[in-house]
DNA sequence: GTTGGTGCAAAGTGTTTGCACTCTG
DNA sequence: CAGAGTGCAAACACTTTGCACCAAC
């Protein structure tokens, strides 16, 4: 359907129907894609594309800025549309079921980090883990 | 040298000498270390050890929490003693230097975050990127 | 003595790359 | 119509696993 979000900045890059589906999926997207859903979820538009075209891809959207790349405990990155807000994550360690949040006191963090450690900070990222109400009662100790 | 730090739980699981000698290296090591740079000095030590048995050991660890896995944007995971005190993480991306710090609003958030969601939060990483004093200078905007 | 732990080599992941072909600009 | 981008297969880096042997309990 190609949906064509009046999709951002491909600065001087070539639009391929590949790079442009990919970036649509990922727009649309409101969780995190993992390389291979986003292969997955491309190939059923685009029955030819390649793995490595979604690798080259995301490699281009991160420099881009376009996208973010997560690192949870899993071998293997999320990959997330850059948020017009930052936001963060909490993971359930029973259902894996990520929950985004923000909260004014990162930002209060940031500025008393910046000023203790003469740091300029570019980017902060929290992640919480624990158990959702659901996985709290299966998960009695 | 096998330092014998009084060496903490290895409860039930057998004290073999190469089990010992890694677990004194991670206590000993005040930053993070990943499996192969462990590897490597554990082999000065014990020429025979086998990547296999730094890998399946960590993971062990891991599972009995002494040790805390940490997941930065490279391909392989870095390894601390698990902290008395709970610190998080400033990666500086110029020089890469990795300073702790610690923050009275993590435990003010986790308990905001907890409420808001229905949460029991077990574990909390803050993680920020930036510039240090020096190369801030170096990467003038 | 059992059997958990080891070293080795081989298999698995997730990701990257070399190459010849294709299509965008 | 030049060269950026692609598909494919092969290469990579990190991690896990099967097996036969060894040593901790």
Redo the contacts between chains.
């Keep these: 359907m190609r949906t064509s979000t009046g999709q951002p900045a491909l600065t001087g890059k070539r639009a391929t129907s590949q790079r442009r589906l990919l970036l649509d999926l990922i727009l649309q997207n409101e969780g995190h894609l993992d390389a291979d859903e986003l292969y997955r979820r491309a190939r059923e538009q685009e029955s030819t594309i390649s793995l490595s075209t979604v690798y080259r891809n995301l490699k281009l959207f991160k420099e881009l800025g376009l996208v973010d790349?997560l690192?949870?405990?899993e071998a293997h990155h999320h990959y997330e549309a850059k948020a017009p807000a930052q936001h963060h994550h909490?993971v359930?360690?029973g259902c894996g079921k990520v929950?985004e949040?923000t909260?004014p006191?990162?930002e209060?963090?940031?500025s008393?980090?910046?000023r203790?450690?003469?740091?300029?900070?570019?980017?902060?990222?929290?992640?919480?883990?624990?158990?959702?109400?659901r996985c709290?009662t299966s998960h009695t100790e």
Tied chains: 1, 2.
Excluded: P, W
């Excluded at 203790?116 to 109400?133: H, I, P, Q, S």
């Design positions: 790349e690192h949870f405990a909490l359930c360690l929950i949040f909260s006191l990162t209060r963090m940031k008393q980090i910046q203790e450690n003469d740091f300029t900070v570019t980017g902060t990222e929290v992640r919480m883990k624990g158990y959702c109400a709290q």
